[in-house]
């Protein structure tokens, strides 16, 4: 499986290309800029990016999705529980941002679901807690976790939608139950580490406690 972590943005998020080197289909995750960027990279190892997937509808993630949607022909895909936000976010938000609004979902998911790309294949895990929709995407070996955990934090819960209560259950009951050896990609830069395990998470996070 190819997988490169990049920063983008003012924000520091964390977009992901994850693809199958053999047949050259690949996923973004979290697009938020740098979009040629992202293309670039994808490109140089032959990578053709065939979904936006968007681990939940918050605009510093989504900011990317019209410009890497018109570059690329790629289908966005978001839980179906997130996808209205990414039409009625204000577009006075996205102003703010310096991005275009992002078009509405060509496909939703929900938990269990799978979205594929040639052998490689990301499992949904609905996340819900920092937002109604937020999504992990677990491969053995590693799971991308958006805004829910971080590298020894958590996400926020403040913002519409938002429950402390339903994403600890989320963390606990979802991620927690993962290999301790599963590296985990988050959302931002947030933390002294660009990346972690579940174990370490379990052991050092103090949210977790």
Same mark, same amino acid.
């Given at each position: /499986?190819?997988?490169k972590q990049m ?17 050259? &289909?690949? +996923? ?20 053709? %990016? ?8 918050? +605009?510093?993630?989504?900011? !990317?999705?019209? &410009? ?11 839980? *179906? ?8 976010? #204000?577009?006075? %938000? ?17 938990? !269990? ?18 937002? #109604?929709? !937020? /999504? ?5 070996g590693c799971v ?36 301790? *050896?599963? *590296? +985990?990609? #988050?959302?931002?830069? @947030? ?7 579940? !174990?370490?998470?379990?052991? @050092?996070? #103090?949210?977790?406690?």
């Amino acid at each position: /499986m190819f997988l490169k972590q990049m920063q983008v943005g003012h924000m520091a998020v964390f977009a992901y290309i994850v693809g199958d080197l053999d047949s050259g &289909e690949g +996923v973004v995750i979290d697009p938020a800029a740098d979009i040629d960027g992202i293309i670039s990279a994808a490109r140089k190892s032959n990578i053709n %990016i065939k979904y936006i997937i968007n681990t939940h509808g918050h +605009v510093d993630h989504i900011s !990317g999705n019209m &410009e890497m949607k018109d570059k690329t022909g790629a289908q966005i895909v978001i839980h *179906e529980d997130d996808a209205d936000m990414l039409i009625s976010t #204000p577009p006075a %938000i996205f102003k703010m941002f310096g991005a275009r609004q992002s078009p509405p979902a060509d496909m939703t998911v929900k938990d !269990g679901d799978h979205i594929t790309m040639g052998d490689v294949s990301l499992k949904v895990f609905h996340t819900p807690g920092h937002s #109604p929709g !937020g /999504m992990a995407l677990y491969a053995p070996g590693c799971v991308f976790t958006g805004d829910t955990l971080f590298v020894e934090a958590v996400g926020r819960t403040d913002l519409p939608g938002g429950s402390w209560e339903v994403m600890f259950r989320s963390i606990k009951d979802k991620l927690c139950t993962l290999p301790d *050896e599963t *590296e +985990v990609f #988050p959302g931002h830069n @947030y933390g002294r580490m660009a990346t972690s395990t579940i !174990g370490h998470e379990k052991k @050092y996070n #103090p949210f977790l406690r």
